[in-house]
């Protein structure tokens, strides 16, 4: 199975994960360490370092803004971002890997993290209609996620946060 096969299908079962786990994080605080944690999984894994692959393969971005709804987008995409892809894409990887691990670190990181992840979402749909089956879940589940977070219960610490997972609330 090809990389570009496996990528869409992570991204889906984690997405899935996310969406399920935030559905019950006000009530388990299993299912919203399993919300955050699938959202770290999904950011560097499936984001940073699948984008760090497609750069070390030689992937250029071409394309990515065509389905944009407004032109500029698409042209500006096209002239400035894929003549220095290497250069939008690093600050990309750079920005998933840190917020995708800062979502592991209970309290004011976390609720900043996941914040910066609705922002990311909702702007990706300046890219393409056709996002918004991804977007409008993705924003809700890590809304109630940041919600879930905003509990004087949900967040302990880093340490007993991941570690803990056992107990429910």
């Given at each position: 199975m090809s990389i570009d096969m496996v990528v869409p299908l992570t991204w889906l079962a984690l997405g899935t994960v996310i969406v399920v786990s935030s559905l019950r994080a006000r009530r388990s605080r299993r299912a919203y360490l399993v919300g955050v944690v699938s959202v770290?999984?999904?950011?560097?894994?499936?984001?940073?370092?699948?984008?760090?692959?497609?750069?070390?393969?030689?992937?250029?971005y071409s394309g990515f803004a065509d389905g944009?709804?407004?032109?500029?987008?698409?042209?500006?995409?096209?002239?400035?971002?894929?003549?220095?892809?290497?250069?939008?894409?690093?600050?990309?990887?750079?920005?998933e890997a840190v917020v995708g691990a800062l979502v592991l670190v209970a309290g004011p990181a976390r609720q900043a993290s996941l914040l910066?992840?609705?922002?990311?979402?909702?702007?990706?749909?300046?890219?393409?209609?056709?996002?918004?089956a991804w977007t409008v879940p993705m924003v809700l589940a890590l809304t109630l996620l940041w919600r879930a977070g905003?509990?004087?219960?949900?967040?302990?610490?880093?340490?007993?946060?991941?570690?803990?997972?056992?107990?429910?609330s």
């Open positions: 770290s999984g999904l950011w560097v894994v499936a984001g940073a370092l699948v984008n760090a692959l497609f750069l070390s393969r030689g992937d250029d944009a709804p407004v032109a500029w987008v698409t042209d500006t995409w096209e002239s400035l971002v894929v003549p220095h892809h290497t250069f939008f894409i690093g600050l990309l990887i750079a920005f910066l992840l609705v922002a990311f979402n909702v702007a990706v749909v300046s890219f393409g209609l056709a996002y918004l905003r509990q004087p219960q949900a967040e302990d610490g880093p340490a007993r946060s991941l570690t803990s997972s056992t107990r429910s």
